[in-house]
């Protein structure tokens, strides 16, 4: 049986739902079934064998999306693995070391006892919605400092653990 992998997300300028997608884009890669969703879509987690949810950071916060997913998911996400991540530093301090995860992240990781957080570089274009995203575009502050091999490697890890768990209790399946 495959597992199914629910990516989720929560965004405002798209970036983070392009971290998403390659997320799921290497999951399918490593043999399982994901499929990727906005997190505002998403009613129930039942479904899925286990869940990566990500965030756009805002002024320091989660998406309300994202936040509301964890608060509608509760049981269900507690009872799966689930993986976190958050997008949004303009900088490359996401690539030189380990970021806590913010307030709300770091409810969601100990409420759903998640495997792990982490946080990768954000992204902030010139058609970027909202006042104080253009205005930090404009000032020269925006950019992309996504970095996609650390986010694939990053979801290797997440396919390779889940599929060695699988293999491990396959009269469960």
């Known amino acids: 049986?495959?597992?199914?992998?629910?990516?989720?997300?929560?965004?405002?300028n798209r970036s983070t739902a392009d971290i998403a997608r390659t997320i799921a884009d290497v999951l399918r890669d490593e043999g399982l079934e994901a499929e990727l969703r906005p997190a505002s879509d998403v009613g129930d987690v039942r479904?899925?064998?286990a869940v990566v949810l990500g965030s756009a950071l805002?002024?320091?916060?989660?998406?309300?999306?994202?936040?509301?997913?964890?608060?509608?998911?509760?049981?269900?996400?507690?009872?799966?693995?689930v993986w976190l991540f958050?997008?949004?530093?303009?900088d490359a301090s996401a690539g030189e070391r380990d970021l806590p995860p913010v307030p709300a992240?770091?409810?969601?990781?100990?409420?759903?006892?998640?495997?792990?957080?982490?946080?990768?570089?954000?992204?902030?274009?010139?058609?970027?919605?909202?006042?104080?995203?253009?205005?930090?575009?404009?000032s020269g502050k925006g950019g992309d400092h996504r970095d996609f091999g650390q986010i694939a490697a990053w979801?290797?890890?997440i396919g390779?653990?889940?599929r060695a768990e699988a293999a491990l209790q396959p009269e469960e399946r």
Request: glycine share 10%; aromatic share 8%; net charge positive.
């Open 1 to 12: 049986m495959t597992l199914k992998v629910l990516v989720a997300y929560a965004t405002k």
């Open 47 to 49: 479904a899925y064998d």
């Open 58 to 81: 805002y002024a320091g916060r989660w998406h309300k999306d994202a936040r509301r997913f964890v608060r509608r998911g509760g049981r269900a996400l507690a009872k799966r693995p």
């Open 86 to 90: 958050s997008s949004g530093p303009l």
């Open 105 to 138: 992240a770091r409810r969601a990781l100990i409420r759903l006892d998640a495997r792990e957080h982490i946080t990768f570089g954000g992204c902030l274009r010139d058609d970027a919605e909202g006042r104080i995203a253009r205005m930090i575009v404009k």
């Open 155 to 157: 979801a290797r890890r």
């Open 160 to 162: 390779g653990t889940l």
